[in-house]
T-cell receptor, first 115, second 108 residues
Framework: NAGVMQNPRHLVRRRGQEARLRCSPM?????VYWYRQLPEEGLKFMVY????????ESGMPKERFSAEFPKEGPSILRIQQVVRGDSAAYFC?????????????FGDGTRLSIL | GQQLNQSPQSMFIQEGEDVSMNCTSS?????WLWYKQDPGEGPVLLIA?????ELTSNGRLTAQFGITRKDSFLNISASIPSDVGIYFC????????FGAGTRLTVKP
């Protein structure tokens, strides 16, 4: 199965720790997107990356959150000094191209719980 | 900013009934998408619409891209228990924006 792979599926952190969420896009996809979903809500866009470049981070909080998509390896969403409000499901999606004609395909998410 | 209004918020139907949900926007978009999300999983693409007025089917699912490019609807015919889940509309521009979802419950 060459779908979008996210790990870990579940992550528990204490307040103040760091959380690292990983995403491997579908084979051949070079565009990666991160979304956040709170219970009973839709997905909220956070950041869009291509290899080694952040294209749009308009949905990402200015502090504590960062994302990268290195030349080799998965995309990483990093949350420093986590707080209770960071508890959510974080989804990664990938697409073949960019713009208004390429649907995104999603992974099964990482559920982050902050104690 | 861009906002998608999806309705209804939730639906409780009997197995075998047809379902209809819709999404409207205050802005024009050239691509509309419908996704389904099962509990504990990521959204799965059901139908993609690229042309105003386009009507597209995928099995028991039918979706239409409104002629004004500001709305879309999704119909599910003869619902079955595995149709249960959350259905999201989404629009594509340079990034993707989602509606809040329609939660579908199907009673056997």
């Amino acid at each position: 199965n060459a779908g979008v792979m996210q790990n870990p599926r579940h992550l528990v952190r204490r307040r103040g720790q760091e959380a690292r969420l990983r995403c491997s896009p579908m084979k051949g996809h070079s565009h990666v997107y991160w979304y956040r979903q709170l219970p009973e809500e839709g997905l909220k866009f956070m950041v869009y990356l291509q290899k080694e470049n952040i294209i749009d981070e308009s949905g990402m909080p200015k502090e504590r959150f960062s994302a990268e998509f290195p030349k080799e390896g998965p995309s990483i969403l990093r949350i420093q000094q986590v707080v209770r409000g960071d508890s959510a499901a974080y989804f990664c999606a990938s697409s073949l191209g960019q713009g208004a004609i390429e649907p995104q395909h999603f992974g099964d998410g990482t559920r982050l719980s902050i104690l | 900013g861009q906002q998608l209004n999806q309705s209804p918020q939730s639906m409780f139907i009997q197995e075998g009934e047809d379902v209809s949900m819709n999404c409207t926007s205050s802005s024009i978009f050239n691509t509309w998408l419908w996704y389904k999300q099962d509990p504990g999983e990521g959204p799965v693409l059901l139908i993609a619409l690229y042309k105003a007025g386009e009507l597209t089917s995928n099995g028991r699912l039918t979706a239409q891209f409104g002629i004004t490019r500001k709305d879309s609807f999704l119909n599910i015919s003869a619902s079955i228990p595995s149709d249960v889940g959350i259905y999201f509309c989404a629009v594509l521009n340079n990034d993707m924006r989602f509606g809040a979802g329609t939660r579908l419950t199907v009673k056997p």
